[in-house]
């Protein structure tokens, strides 16, 4: 069974650009997480998606944004990119149910705002 | 006060010891408990996840949870020096939701042969 895949791995952008990041979950499961990874900060949850709705969202602004689609597919983007925003990003996948809330991630996307 | 508190270590261990992580959690409803373990430069791998109080074993690892004590534990028996690397302790406010995970920021471990 095929893992949790994100891509792209690496990227490199400038202040003010845009950005957009894919995740593909799990095949079967339905719920897609994002979260942002600094040194400085750690794991920060970012939102959450379940059948195509937004279920609950973390504390940062509003250039950063989400969506899924029918094939539970998902895509993060952010906006007016700033340096701060140099993180790992990370996508996590769950399967609802009787398994609980145990959460799989893919490898990430690495961006770097210069 | 932070939602989750770990100890950032390094926890030095030697090979074969057994290695005791710790955590603390300040939201006593939640209902789900896990640990992830990151190597350097990769993505956090699931090792076990804990619903009841009690200790609940997999291989060399066992997680133990106190809900009183809002304390959760993982213990890593035969230490190898393939199990250096840090360990996240989350948890989820919800059984069947997995709206929100919140994650401590880590302990590194250091298994030295």
């Known amino acids: 069974k095929a893992g949790v895949t994100q891509t792209p791995r690496y990227l490199i952008k400038t202040r003010g650009q845009q950005v957009t990041l894919s995740c593909s979950p799990i095949?079967?499961?339905?719920?897609v997480s994002w979260y942002q990874q600094t040194p400085g900060q750690g794991l920060q949850f970012l939102f959450e998606y379940f059948s195509e709705t937004q279920r609950n969202k973390g504390n940062f602004p509003g250039r950063f944004s989400g969506r899924q689609f029918s094939n539970s597919r998902s895509e993060m983007n952010v906006s007016t990119l700033e340096l701060g925003d140099s993180a790992l990003y990370l996508c996590?996948?769950?399967?609802?149910?009787?398994?609980?809330?145990?959460?799989?991630f893919g490898q990430g996307t690495r961006l770097t705002v210069v | 006060q932070k939602e989750v508190e770990q100890n950032s270590g390094p926890l030095s261990v030697p090979e074969g010891a057994i290695a005791s992580l710790n955590c603390t959690y300040s939201?006593?409803?939640?209902?789900?408990f896990f640990w992830y373990r990151q190597y350097s430069g990769k993505s956090p791998e699931l090792i076990m996840s804990?619903?009841?109080?009690g200790d609940k074993e997999d291989g060399r690892f066992t997680a133990q949870l106190n809900k009183a004590s809002q304390y959760v534990s993982l213990l890593i028996r035969d230490s190898q020096p393939s199990d250096s690397a840090t360990y996240l302790c989350a948890f989820s406010p919800g059984r069947s939701s997995a709206s929100k995970i919140i994650f401590g920021s880590g302990t590194r471990l250091s298994i030295r042969p």
């Open positions: 095949s079967g499961h339905r719920s």
């Open positions: 939201d006593r409803g939640s209902q789900s």
């Open positions: 804990i619903y009841s109080n």
């Open positions: 996590a996948s769950s399967l609802e149910g009787v398994s609980g809330t145990e959460a799989f």
